[in-house]
């Protein structure tokens, strides 16, 4: 198991952004967003995976949404993602060097709107961990229990059963 740190920022002149919650998504995996704007690390398995983000900016439900494709290492990968200066414009990502742990502080949480509930302190993180029941390769954990969404080498889907 590894990690993709995500680290968006924005810049000094984007007044009233950092009320706005940065917003994600792995893999194809649901959307999930960043309690703040500091660097933040999501469990993956080693390998490659596609990185989303975007902010919520008024009617402009996705302000920014740019992805990358990533291939993690064992030691993990830094996704840097800098919020755009105009409302239409791609955010600008980067890929790095994962920074100092003790500055990777963020909370996440997932889906719905982001006043919902973040990870709990000492509890893993919201992302994609190895499937438990063992039916599948890889599947969402959300930070509080594991969902149906599941991914069988890079495929995302749904274990309804």
Known sequence: MSFI????????MNFGVEVVKPRFRIDGG?????????PTRIPVAVGPHRVEMWIHWTINTHMGLN??????PPGGVRVS???????F??????????????????RV????????????????PAGWLADPSGKHQLRYWDGAAWTAHV?????????LS
């Not at 740190?5 to 000094?12: N, T, V």
């Not at 992805?67 to 993690?72: G, H, L, N, Q």
């Not at 993602?81 to 409302?87: D, E, G, H, K, M």
């Not at 414009?89 to 963020?106: I, L, R």
């Open 5 to 12: 740190e995500l680290h968006p920022w924005r810049k000094a």
């Open 151 to 159: 991914s069988d080498g890079g495929v995302v889907s749904e274990d």
């Open 67 to 72: 992805a990358i494709d990533v291939t993690v």
């Open 81 to 87: 993602w800098r919020s755009p200066s105009t409302a």
């Open 109 to 124: 949480g997932v889906g719905g709107p982001p006043g919902a509930p973040p990870v709990a302190a000492g509890a893993a």
């Open 30 to 38: 649901p959307d999930g967003f960043l309690e703040s704007w500091n």
């Open 89 to 106: 414009q791609k955010g600008k990502m980067e890929v790095a060097a994962p920074g100092d742990p003790a500055a990777a502080t963020g």
